[in-house]
C-alpha cells in the first residue's frame, strides 16, 4: 500500500519539525510518527481556536494539512494499494478540506471531526506494529 515510505515520510516529517526518531525508524514507525504529530497538532489547533489564538490555530491547522498532505497522503500507493489505498486518500482529502474549513471559521467542531477520524487509525496502526513485533518471523523466530 506504501511505496518509498522511508524516503517520504521521513522527508515529510522532517520538514513539519517533528525532530526526534526519525533517522532511525522503519517505514512503519513513520507512519505513526506522522499520526502523532498530526493529532498534537490538531489538538493544539482546538485548544488556540478556544482560547482565540489565531496564530497558533493557523500554524497548527497549517502543520496538520502538511501532515496529510505531504507525509500519509504522498506515501500512499494507489496503484498496488488496491481499495484501501483509494480510501485513505479519500479520508485524508476529506480531513484536508474540513481542516481548511475550521482555519477559515475558527471551527473546533470541525478540528474535533478530523480528530475522532483519525484517532482509530492511529490507534490501529499502533495495534498492527505491536502484533507484527510478536509474531515470530520464519527467518529469525523473532518478531519483526
Excluded: C
Aim: aromatic share 4%; charged share 20%.
Amino acid at each position: 500500500m506504501f511505496t518509498s515510505v522511508t524516503t517520504r515520510a521521513a522527508s515529510a516529517y522532517k520538514r513539519v519539525a517533528v525532530e526526534t526518531g526519525v533517522q532511525g525508524a522503519d517505514p512503519h514507525q513513520l507512519v505513526g510518527m506522522l499520526y502523532d504529530a498530526l493529532l498534537q497538532s490538531m489538538n493544539q489547533a482546538r485548544g488556540a481556536i478556544e482560547r482565540g489564538e489565531v496564530e497558533v490555530k493557523g500554524a497548527a491547522l497549517g502543520k496538520a494539512v502538511r501532515i496529510l498532505e505531504e507525509g500519509l497522503k504522498a506515501g500512499l500507493n494507489l496503484r498496488e494499494g488496491g481499495e484501501l489505498a483509494h480510501n485513505l486518500k479519500g479520508l485524508y482529502d476529506f480531513s484536508v478540506t474540513r481542516l481548511t474549513h475550521a482555519n477559515l471559521r475558527n471551527d473546533s467542531a470541525a478540528v474535533a471531526q478530523v480528530v475522532e477520524l483519525i484517532e482509530p487509525l492511529a490507534q490501529s496502526w499502533q495495534q498492527i506494529r505491536a502484533a507484527a513485533i510478536a509474531t515470530p518471523t520464519p527467518a529469525t523466530g523473532r518478531g519483526g
